[in-house]
């Protein structure tokens, strides 16, 4: 991997364009999700993938692991590197951007390559949301409440900032009238695509099997078949005690596990190339609406429009935010998660910033097209998305 400049104002030309010093992407990969703890999935054989790459390990400059929950994900993640049989010398960082903390690993090693202070990294997504669960009076919060100063919580934003994010899916549904009705309809889309993707395999040419317990773990479980609109408005909403609530367990993300990698340039294959990356603020209680705020100010940077993006990839969240992000950003739901979403595949924090961008770069080069965006809603009101190019054969000249 080597610099890249963000082709500002330039245009698609510019971003296709393939130049000596782009950051490359030359392995992307992940591990299947799953419910009940299944996919703590061995972080240590996820570093392990040198086999399959052929990549000597001692030549990566940096690796940086996005996931958000405590305690000290820093030492887990700098143990199961050095378990994996990663050199004692290569460094490690993590990074807690929450929803988006994937996506800024990869943003991390990138910036890091095109600053010239490393030519070779790793970004990895993790997170272990069944163990870090924890219940309180309004919902199961797949975190730990924080304590802030009486002072700084009577500020409205500061204290928005805090609310569990079911919360800030009901008010994004109760502000901008996104329906129950429409918010089932757009989950149905979600299950009915990953349901069609599970079961004509299109998530195996993504996923790395890994054993635990003598058993090999290579497909989502996380994924429910046969969900009908009919099951999905029979639902019972889970905020029950906040008057009309519309977020039911059906069209909103689940709570699993997993995690993502990519290794960097070493005369392997090149699959794509990464070409910028925006993060942007909203109002802590409309939390849902980051993607309508990042997808432009990216699209504008590397000089884009949407209709030139090939493919989408934007979480799902909750289906309130999600459609209310689709319909206001104006962009057709077929080149948007083609292959289902968070609604359906689950939503581990830390590894669903690098799960996109590794389901995109793999649907690109299924179709043979170029261009993805990536974007999600990051917890306390902001937004991220980043741009990135297939570059790979597609998977049918691949194969012969």
């Given at each position: ?113 095109k600053s010239g ?219 948007i998660n083609p ?54 054969q597609p998977f ?5």
């Open positions: 991997m080597h610099n890249v400049s963000t082709h500002s104002g330039k245009g698609i030309t510019a971003v296709l364009q393939k130049n000596p010093d782009d950051v490359v992407i030359t392995f992307a990969k992940r591990t299947a999700m799953g419910k009940n703890r299944k996919a703590l999935l061995k972080v240590d054989r996820l570093f392990a993938t040198f086999e399959k790459t052929k990549l000597d390990p001692a030549k990566l400059d940096d690796i940086c692991v996005g996931t958000c929950h405590p305690p000290s994900p820093m030492y887990s993640s700098r143990a199961a590197a050095l378990a994996s049989g990663i050199p004692h010398d290569v460094p490690i960082s993590t990074v807690n951007r929450l929803c988006a903390s994937g996506l800024m690993a990869i943003r991390n090693i990138a910036h890091n390559i202070e490393i030519s070779m990294g790793m970004a990895i997504g993790v997170e272990n949301m069944t163990l870090k669960r924890v219940s309180n009076s309004l919902c199961q919060c797949p975190r730990p409440t924080p304590i802030i100063a009486e002072s700084v919580d009577k500020i409205p934003r500061a204290h928005d900032c805090i609310q569990p994010m079911g919360w800030t899916s009901e008010m994004v549904a109760q502000t901008y009238k996104v329906s129950r009705q429409k918010q089932d309809e757009y989950a149905l889309i979600s299950h009915t695509r990953a349901n069609k993707a599970l079961n004509t395999g299109i998530f195996s040419d993504e996923i790395i099997p890994v054993e635990i317990r003598g058993t090999v773990i290579s497909v989502d479980d996380t994924i429910r078949p046969g969900v009908t609109m009919e099951m999905l408005s029979g639902l019972k909403p889970v905020f029950q005690d906040w008057g009309d609530s519309t977020t039911t367990a059906g069209n909103a993300s689940g709570i699993g596990d997993g995690a993502a990698e990519r290794a960097e340039k070493e005369n392997m294959e090149i699959l794509g190339k990464w070409v910028g990356s925006a993060v942007v603020g909203v109002e802590p209680c409309y939390m849902g609406i980051g993607p309508i705020a990042a997808i432009p100010k990216v699209l504008t940077q590397v000089g884009l429009t949407k209709d030139d993006i090939d493919i989408y990839e934007i979480n799902e969240a909750f289906a309130s935010q999600f459609a209310y992000c689709v319909e206001e950003l104006g962009i057709s739901m077929d080149k292959n289902g979403g968070a609604i359906a595949v689950t939503h581990p924090l830390g590894m669903t910033g690098v799960r996109q961008v590794v389901t995109g770069l793999a649907e690109l080069r299924r179709r043979d097209k170029k261009l993805l965006c990536t974007s999600m809603c990051v917890g306390s009101g902001m937004g991220a998305a980043g741009i990135f190019v297939n570059e790979a049918c000249e691949a194969k012969l």
